[in-house]
Structures are given as C-alpha cells and as structure tokens.
C-alpha cells in the first residue's frame, strides 16, 4: 500500500518542496504560522490566504509545502500535539504511564483547543500521535493486557480526554448559565434523582476540579487491574 504523501512529510522522508526557485519558507515555519492562526481564531480562522499573507508570500506559494489543507491540517494536528516528553513513565509504571497520557494529551489539547475540533478517522499515520499512542499501548502490554483490549482500553482512556477537554473548554462562565438545567422546568416527581441532584448544589460546587478527568481516568484504570486479575 502506499504511503500518503502527508503521511510521508509527517515523518520527514520528504521536504514537500516542488522544483523551482530556492524556497524562502521551511515546512516548520508554515506550521508554526497555522498553528499561531488556529489558536487564535480556530481552524476557520486559518485558511491557505490568511496563512499566506501573515507569512508575506503569495498563497499559489504554500503549495510548493501542502497539497492541500487537508494535509495542512493533518501536520498541524501532529506537531501541536507533539512527541512525547523524556519525562515520561517507564512503561512498567502502567497505571502511572496512563495518567501520564491522560493528563499530557488533555493538556497539549487545551493548549491548541481547534484539535478537538479536527475530525479523526482511521488508526493513527505520523509520528508525535504515534509516541503517545505507544506509550499507552506500551504501559498496557506491562499490566499483562491482550493486544485486542490495549487497543479498547486505548479507545475508552481517549475517549475519555478528548470528551473532558471538550467539557472543560466550554466551560466558561457564558456557556455555563446558557446549559445550566431549566430547573422551574423539572417536576420532581417526573425527575425526582435530578432534582436532587440540582438542589444539592452538585453542579455549582463540584468536587470534580478537572471535570472528572481525573476520576474517569480512575475508573478505566481500575477497568484494567479487573481484566487483568
């Protein structure tokens, strides 16, 4: 099977470069500039002219790099998330490697939010998502879990992060009252576990402080010492 070309200038087997006078830009530079658009103004924000002009070159010159915004947007994606730090776990520290990812890769998605709005199909293709993926997938192998299940636990464990920094990102004040719920609404009869919840003051007064994060990232890891017993 071949070899995409963006999969192919993810991991630097190729410049992008078309023949033709001596390029005045690097791959990186033109990365760095969307990504700075992106985090601005999200990923509409970071179209092929705008990208163009904030770099001072014409916009026919961005695709001597990228064929495409598409593939524009797929080494975006790869270089905000980036490789995975030295100060990572030993993957024999399974459960410890597994918080790491859950906390790294919610992190670095908070950072650049438009990721999260990227949409993800297929296994993985180009380097820095591959890092993070082999080090849950590594940390799992150590607790003694299958290769079917590390790929399930995988899912759930991203699942999980990229749904919490959804959470966490609509979280402002403004997007809080707009979804508080209509309580004058809700008959206590008709959803009477709901009130409670709502009267207790649960959802002004959460002892989620990350929105859960770290207490999902609890329960999947307990998930894994079950499977594993």
Not at 37 to 60: I, N, Q
Request: proline share 7%.
């Amino acid at each position: 099977m071949e070899i995409p070309h963006v999969v192919r200038l993810a991991w630097g087997r190729t410049d992008g470069r078309q023949a033709g006078r001596q390029p005045s830009l690097t791959l990186r530079q033109i990365l760095d500039a969307a990504i700075h658009l992106a985090d601005t103004g999200g990923l509409e924000e970071c179209s092929m002219p705008k990208l163009a002009s904030d770099l001072g070159v014409g916009t026919m010159s961005l695709y001597r790099y990228v064929r495409n915004k598409s593939d524009l947007i797929v080494l975006m994606r790869d270089t905000a998330i980036g490789p995975l730090p030295p100060s990572s776990p030993e993957r024999d520290d399974w459960d410890a490697a597994l918080r790491f990812y859950a906390t790294g890769m919610a992190s670095r998605l908070l950072l650049h939010p438009w990721v999260l709005d990227i949409p993800v199909s297929g296994f993985p293709q180009t380097p820095n998502v591959l890092s993070w993926l082999e080090l849950g997938l590594s940390a799992l192998s150590a607790a003694g879990v299958g290769p079917q299940q590390q790929l399930g636990f995988m899912l759930l464990l991203d699942g999980h992060v990229n749904s919490t920094a959804r959470l966490i990102r609509g979280a402002a004040p403004a997007s809080q009252s707009a979804s508080a719920p209509p309580r004058a609404f809700i008959d206590p009869e008709v959803y009477p576990v709901l009130t409670d919840l709502i009267d207790s003051g649960a959802l002004e007064h959460d002892d989620f402080e990350d929105f859960g994060m770290s207490f999902g990232t609890e329960v999947i890891i307990g998930s894994v010492r079950a499977a594993i017993r």
